[in-house]
């Protein structure tokens, strides 16, 4: 009918009607038809600002917003003056293009036209401003309104929600409260329950979740939508559901909103529950659902569930969609299953930084470092500017393969790209630094940070931790503490684990004491951590008690305790509980094996050491790497099984690496076999030539077999290569502080005094009988 009225016009000569043309202009409007509605305009010679305000609006409401402000301009060339109605489609365009520039201009044009104190107009700023991130200036805006009304408000509150200044929308509604006859509506609730979300703030959110109920605007579907989600946001999705049965309208908003709720609480199943129940009443899912979905799939590990998912995706037109497309690689990588999602990545037709982000991260996350080198690569080839999340996944590789030249490659990039002063990427630097061993450089970039977060300080203390320096990283906990940062469940794991490397019982407990009043003895992180400290610390009563406390016991539970009773030479109480382990739904891993098949070998279980190893394939399906050949060469190894330890060697699937030749030429000290010693450090001079401890320890097998001759021979070969062996090192715990000592050193304040007591000891040692063994120790001497 509307074609038919146009087409007439056309016939009839009276498509120049300024009256006509605005009528079929509002119906065009009304049904979108940009085409049609472009025709009528251009078939009007001299359109007014009535006309122009018409076309702006179809322009507008069909998102062409570079059009609406082409039009504006064409507007002012013309001589046609904007009015109260143009403004606000115009500001609107350029809050959706984000066009901060171009609104400043507009707004000064208002200013000119002298409707900078009309209250429509002045709203439009407002969410220009606020759309354009300048929260400032939308304020200053609103402060200088001389009347305001419920929409004002509402753009100032939402404008501050959706820029994550949350306390000030709330406060800000607050003063809205104060103004008589100002009554919220629904929009400016869902504003401030957006900002109740944000700051999880679950109190906060019933209040206003009541004052909802009161104003009557709980049956309001995005209202109850929003209640769906600062529930979710605030952890509580038991109350969120609750919201959800009991209204009486759901769309796919609010079925979505459930769904990211579960899936961001870690409520896998809940969400794909949720999924089925939505699509049975009928309602699909959108993209955003899916990613949610997909986040759900990730979080759990639920590969299946993830692929029949995307069967979905491809069947109903969403693999195009940049964000379903994301979230598939995302979850593909946190199932292990990268191959699927580079293949999702590779088929995408256009990728931005997030999917280079993602698949990169997929790969470090997973191991695969080289893929993460090349992959960075081929990301700058192909035009795409890495920024900081690139950096830290990058970063992540070069700590995990101690690549060092990699990591100061990566420095540099950083230096020049200006991006060292974000935290996350500086963070990354010291974890990278610290984890290749160059722990001077680490604390520099640590102590030249302008802002830490909880982060830095734990990628330093664990730095400390991991690299032996226990004392360093007790003291930088103290500093922390000084500074008022607060420690969380990752900073206690570091300190628990340089409490287990320096065997401190006492600063262990004391950490422990203040874990309980930190709230943090429920971490399964922090858990883990305690039961390994105390089982290293020799208390396997104390860590046994916690373990057995544990609400969930977890692999790396199992795992750490198997490996405490292992040390200590437990080796049955060990293999008890890993049965114990077996009978239930958890399945071992590479670790729980390591530390199943050191308890055999400390033990001396070498018939249980080889049918646990054979089971770790057979029955776990878990292909052994070199930590546990080296388990099973030590167990041969101690039990005196020399030649068969060398025979497993040589037939090896994977190459040995030294220290599981080392691990042999250990055993061959232990059992004085000089022949099998011989030819296993042949090996190992081969392959690490620099590392003199290999010669010390094949000097000391020739002395503890009386060849004396052939110990010369060794220490005359070390001195021409210029090799000297390290020197040991111990510690004592002083008045709650530890204090190290290398052989021979003399550069303690105290030491005259402390050689002074080792004399007396020695004597007192003497007197009681005790002869020391002396024939390893000018040979380890330089």
């Known amino acids: 009918m509307l074609k038919q009225v146009h087409s007439q016009m056309l016939i009839t000569g009276l498509e120049q009607d300024i009256f006509l043309a605005a009528k079929l202009l509002n119906m ?44 504006y301009k064409k507007m002012q060339c013309a001589g046609i003056k904007p009015d109260n109605f143009t403004f606000p489609f115009v500001l609107k365009a350029c809050a959706s293009l984000s ?29 220009m401003y606020a759309k354009c991130r300048c929260v400032e200036d939308a304020r200053q805006v609103f402060d200088n309104m001389p009347e305001t009304d419920v929409f004002s408000w509402s753009a100032m509150i939402a404008g501050y929600a959706q820029n994550g200044y949350a306390k000030k929308a709330l406060v800000i509604f607050e003063e809205m409260q104060m103004v ?35 104003c009557g605007f709980e049956l309001d579907v995005q209202v109850g939508n929003s209640l769906v989600a600062m529930y979710a946001k605030c952890g509580s999705t038991e109350s969120s559901r609750q919201v959800f049965e009991k209204m009486t309208q759901k769309n796919v908003v609010s079925w979505t909103a459930m769904i990211v709720g579960y899936a961001q609480n870690r409520q896998g199943i809940e969400a794909l529950e949720s999924l089925s129940e939505m699509r049975l009443v009928g309602v699909e899912p959108n993209s955003v659902t899916i990613t949610a979905v997909m986040l759900a799939c990730a979080d759990w590990g639920f590969l299946q569930q993830g692929k029949l998912i995307h069967d979905y995706v491809v069947g109903h037109g969403f693999a195009s969609n940049e964000f379903v497309a994301n979230s598939l690689i995302d979850m593909y990588a946190k199932c292990g299953n990268l191959k699927d999602a580079r293949l999702v990545f590779d088929r995408m037709p256009q990728r931005c930084i997030v999917s280079w982000n993602t698949m990169i991260a997929g790969y470090a996350q997973n191991g695969y470092h080289i893929e993460v080198f090349d992959m960075f690569n081929q990301m700058q ?13 990058v970063l992540s590789a070069c700590a995990h393969v101690a690549g060092l030249q990699q990591g100061k490659w990566i420095h540099d990039y950083v230096i020049r790209t200006g991006l060292e002063s974000n935290i996350f990427v500086a963070n990354g630097l010291i974890d990278m630094y610290a984890k290749c061993k160059n722990l001077d450089i680490a604390r520099q970039m640590f102590d030249r940070m302008c802002s830490r977060d909880v982060v830095s300080w734990n ?65 399964v992180f922090v858990e883990t951590a305690l039961i390994d400290m105390y089982a290293k610390c020799g208390n396997l009563e104390i860590a046994r008690r916690l373990f057995d406390t544990l609400s969930k016991k977890t692999v790396v539970a199992y795992s750490a305790m198997i490996a405490g009773y292992g040390m200590h030479g437990y080796g049955e109480d060990a293999l008890a509980l890993f049965s114990q382990m077996q009978q239930t739904s958890l399945k071992p891993n590479g670790v729980t094996f390591i530390s199943v098949l050191s308890a055999c070998s400390h033990s001396g279980l070498v018939d249980e050491g080889w049918q646990h190893f054979n089971c770790m394939s057979r029955d776990y399906r878990i292909s052994p790497m070199l930590q546990h050949y080296a388990c099973m060469v030590d167990l041969l190894g101690r039990a005196g099984h020399l030649y068969e330890a060398h025979d497993f060697i040589e037939k090896m699937p994977i190459h040995p690496n030294a220290d599981v030749w080392g691990t042999l030429l250990g055993a061959c000290k232990i059992h004085c076999n000089t022949v099998v010693g011989e030819r296993v450090a042949e090996i190992l001079f081969d392959m690490e030539p620099e590392n003199a401890g290999y010669y010390v320890l094949l000097s000391n097998l020739y002395a503890a077999a009386g060849k004396w001759g052939e110990v010369a021979k060794v220490r005359t070969k070390m001195k021409d290569k210029g090799l000297k062996k390290t020197s040991g090192w111990s510690s004592i715990q002083v008045n709650n502080r530890f204090h190290s000592f290398h052989s021979g050193d003399r550069s303690h304040p105290e030491s005259i005094k402390i050689y002074a007591i080792l004399e007396t000891l020695t004597r007192h040692m003497k007197n009681a009988g005790y002869m020391p063994n002396t024939n390893f120790v000018l040979h380890d001497m330089d």
């Open 180 to 214: 008589e006859g100002m009554l919220p509506d629904a929009v400016v609730m869902v504003s401030v329950l957006q900002a109740c979300g944000d700051l999880g703030d679950l109190q906060q959110g019933m209040l206003v979740h009541d004052y909802v109920v009161r």
């Open 381 to 393: 080839l192909a035009g795409m500017i890495p920024d900081s999340f690139t950096t830290v996944s």
């Open 459 to 523: 990628v330093m203390i664990s730095g400390y931790a991991q690299n032996g320096y226990a004392n360093e990283a007790l003291e930088l906990f103290a500093e922390m503490q000084i500074v008022d940062a607060k420690p969380d469940a990752e900073t206690m794991a570091s300190l628990l684990l340089a409490c287990s490397n320096l065997v401190a019982l006492q600063q262990g407990m004391w950490i422990h004491s203040y874990v309980i009043r930190r709230g943090l003895e429920f971490d």
């Open 99 to 127: 066009d901060l520039q171009e609104g400043r201009e507009i707004h000064d044009d208002i200013v000119e036209a002298g409707f900078d104190s009309h209250v429509v107009v002045e709203t439009a700023l407002i969410n």
């Open 28 to 71: 065009y409007a009304k049904y979108n038809n940009t085409e049609n509605a472009n025709l009528v305009f251009d078939k009007v010679e001299d359109p007014d600002v009535y006309i122009c305000n018409l076309m702006i609006k179809v322009y507008t409401q069909n998102s062409q917003w570079k059009e609406s402000l082409s039009l």
